[in-house]
């Protein structure tokens, strides 16, 4: 990550005083707030048919009698007026019926498209079960079938073809606010690589995530596929495909679309933060290092994968009694999230008074050709940092001279905390863990890679071969394991303990950017949160259940870093939980009334 500091700074001032486009959207509402009682109301400018069409608008058979007068409903509903709570358990019972994860997925995407207000009623109540079915692991299925599973947009599609009409695409958004913005291109999802068009539905997922685990505003969340093409092959010859047929877009073309991009929403939107998500790994570090300082953003990939390892890693250090400063981490897999969780523990090592040369002796990464060496072929400039001195490895003994694998640095390194970020399966070998653990009480093993069919290792072996010793925590959710007669958590580190109170943080301290100190806050505030009642093998991440009261914590560590790091205006907390209230949204509709301006 690029380097806080005076330039940072200057680069902020630079683009503060860039010009603002304030043209309004198409939008069909605007909020306002009732004098008397002060509740927000939504002030409509659509009736009949067309409200019923909008799902970030429709009540269904909630609208009330005074609202079905006055909105043109009259006739267009059944008679009986039911509230969010019995619509919910009808919909619920609808939901089991379905059979498959694929299924219940279809079912609660077209509630979303028919009534967005109830769909994310209906999986707050029961987060646990649904969240993974909208989100990972199911998603990745969904994104893989795009085209043939398509039923209708949601987002905005920005392809290559139609640059010239950026400003004008942005304005077609209908909501007259924007908080955040997720963005792809599309390259990299999860284990799955280049999905092309298909890739929107990880933004839209993620903005979902947004409202459901921080109660941000679903109305002001916009995700955008940038389509610069692709280079699947399948997708390629797929006479379905719905994105833009061609090759993937590289170089100065590529470059000049995203600054397009990055400046419309500047322009359009200069309080949105911007969320970088699923970028390939030659230009995601490149264009959060390019845009960081000019426009509030994230990359999720690198900064929530790390925070949340942050935070299991201190559960695990906890755990095991030891300190970061004592740790030798090997981390399988230098892409932009291993890099980006080397980051974070090369940090907590300094934090806890370890010199940096020292800190970066301690950590150690491989790619898909091995041990990163400084004479490496094609390094990126992110991973030279971890790129060792042939000297470092000078003695040791090699099952294959011409490539240092996996198996070779346990031997020779003896690790502590062994992370996988390789989307490798199995990666993590029976004699690689044994190794490691003959050499060390507690070894910290974390398989991050998903989904569960990329996974280094399972959880269950990774107990069996250490005899129970093993610190686990995994990228995708799994199963319960059985283990010496108990039933075993295993921790889940799951980006959506991160991103939702990360970019509320910054909404609500009005930050000019997101800093490494700010990404490091979040994953030390969510390490409060992890069980420390003295069980060797309970989880080292909360459950999904606190996720939301986390993600309010987070939200407020992250706001009080930006202040103290010169990125937001002093604050007070109760000043900062004002503003998340200003931005939440309740769970439950509000009272409707004709817009008369």
């Known amino acids: 990550m690029s380097a806080d500091g005076p330039e940072a700074a200057r680069r902020i001032l630079q683009a503060s005083a860039m010009p603002r486009r304030n043209v309004p959207p198409l939008c069909p509402y605007r909020l306002a707030r009732d004098p008397k009682t002060g509740e927000t109301?939504?002030?409509?400018?659509?009736?009949?048919?067309?409200?019923?069409?909008?799902?970030?608008?429709?009540?269904?058979?909630?609208f009330t009698e005074e609202e079905r007068r006055e909105l043109g409903l009259l006739g267009l509903l059944p008679h009986r007026v039911l509230p969010i709570e019995q619509q919910a358990q009808r919909m619920r019972r609808e939901y089991l019926r379905e059979s498959t994860d694929i299924e219940r997925h279809l079912f609660l995407s077209a509630l979303h498209d028919q009534n967005e207000t109830l769909f994310l009623r209906l999986v707050r109540d029961h987060?646990?079960?649904?969240?993974?079915i909208i989100y990972t692991p199911v998603v990745g299925e969904i994104v893989r079938q795009y085209s043939r599973?398509?039923?209708g947009s949601r987002g905005l599609y920005l392809a290559y073809p139609d640059r010239d009409r950026m400003d004008e695409i942005l304005d077609h958004w209908m909501?007259?606010?924007?908080?955040?913005?997720?963005?792809?291109?599309?390259?990299a999802i999860l284990g799955l690589g280049d999905q092309g068009a298909g890739g929107i539905a990880i933004p839209i997922a993620k903005l979902v995530v947004y409202t459901l685990l921080a109660g941000v505003r679903p109305?002001?969340?916009m995700p955008v596929m940038l389509d610069v093409g692709t280079d699947n092959p399948e997708l390629l010859e797929d006479p379905l495909y719905l994105g833009w047929r061609h090759e993937r877009l590289r170089g100065e073309a590529y470059d000049s679309f995203v600054d397009q991009f990055v400046q419309a929403v500047r322009r359009r939107w200069p309080g949105a933060i911007l969320h970088w998500e699923d970028f390939g790994k030659t230009n995601a570090r490149r264009l959060l290092d390019r845009y960081r300082w000019e426009i509030c953003s994230f990359n999720d990939d690198i900064q929530g994968t790390a925070a949340v390892a942050l935070a299991a890693l201190i559960a695990a250090n906890g755990r095991a009694g030891s300190s970061f400063r004592e740790?030798?981490?090997v981390v399988h897999g230098a892409g932009t999230a291993g890099v980006g969780i080397a980051d974070e523990i090369v940090a907590a090592m300094l934090r806890e008074g370890l010199p940096e040369s020292e800190a970066l002796d301690r950590v150690w990464l491989l790619n898909s050709r091995g041990l990163l060496l400084e004479d490496s072929p094609g390094l990126e400039p992110f991973?030279?940092?971890?790129?060792?001195?042939?000297?470092a490895v000078s003695g040791w003994r090699l099952a294959d001279p011409a490539r240092i694998g996996l198996e070779d640095v346990v031997r020779n390194v003896h690790p502590t905390v062994l992370i996988g970020t390789s989307t490798q399966a199995g990666a993590f070998t029976e004699p690689i863990v044994r190794e490691m653990a003959s050499r060390c009480s507690r070894p910290i093993v974390f398989p991050l890679s998903n989904p569960d069919s990329k996974a280094e290792a399972r959880p269950e072996d990774l107990l069996r071969w250490t005899d129970g010793r093993a610190l686990v925590a995994t990228?995708?959710?799994?199963?319960d394991v059985p283990f010496q007669g108990r039933s075993v958590r295993i921790g889940n580190c799951n980006n959506a303990f991160v991103f939702p109170g990360l970019a509320l943080g910054a909404i609500a301290s009005r930050a000019r950017a997101i800093s490494d100190g700010m990404v490091s806050a979040a994953g030390i505030e969510i390490g409060k949160w992890i069980p420390g009642d003295g069980d060797p093998l309970g989880p080292l991440m909360p459950a999904l259940e606190d996720a939301r009261a986390i993600s309010r914590n987070v939200a407020i560590a992250v706001g009080l870093a930006a202040q103290r790091e010169g990125l937001a205006e002093k604050a007070s907390v109760d000043e900062l939980e004002r503003r998340i209230a200003e931005v939440s949204w309740t769970g439950g509709y509000h009272r409707y009334r004709r817009w008369s301006g």
Request: hydrophobic share 40%.
């Open 327 to 329: 740790q030798r981490a």
């Open 149 to 151: 599973l398509y039923r």
């Open 475 to 479: 990228g995708t959710p799994f199963p």
């Open 175 to 187: 909501h007259p606010v924007v908080d955040a913005v997720c963005v792809t291109d599309g390259e």
């Open 41 to 62: 109301v939504v002030e409509v400018a659509v009736t009949g048919r067309a409200l019923l069409g909008l799902a970030c608008l429709n009540k269904g058979t909630a």
């Open 127 to 132: 987060l646990t079960e649904m969240m993974p």
């Open 383 to 391: 991973q030279r940092r971890y790129a060792k001195p042939r000297a």
């Open 219 to 221: 109305h002001g969340l």
